[in-house]
């Protein structure tokens, strides 16, 4: 069943907007305790959480005809989801 959804236009879909979500809610909270709060991110642990790119990200793991490509995209936005859950996480342990 799972394998059946890996990949699917609504899975990537939703995948994308958490991901732009959960930034937003980073944007916000780092808005509260500043920018000398990053550290490591989970995803790109040889960037700062604050440095990696959410917008160029988004634009280029898209739903797209190629299977493959499809599931590479839902592969890493899941990834960013939970990247994303972490910085906020860690954030909102600061505030």
Do not use: N
Not at 14 to 32: K, M, T
């Amino acid at each position: 069943m799972m394998a059946s959804l890996l990949g699917s236009k609504y899975c990537i879909d939703g995948l994308r907007s958490d991901v732009s979500d959960l930034q937003s809610a980073v944007v916000d909270v780092l808005s509260r305790v500043g920018p000398s709060a990053s550290f490591r991110s989970w995803k790109y642990p040889d960037e700062m959480s604050t440095d990696v790119r959410i917008a160029e990200l988004l634009e280029t793991h898209v739903y797209s005809e190629d299977e493959e490509e499809r599931q590479i995209a839902h592969i890493v936005l899941m990834e960013l989801v939970i990247d994303r859950y972490r910085v906020t996480l860690h954030l909102w342990q600061l505030s």
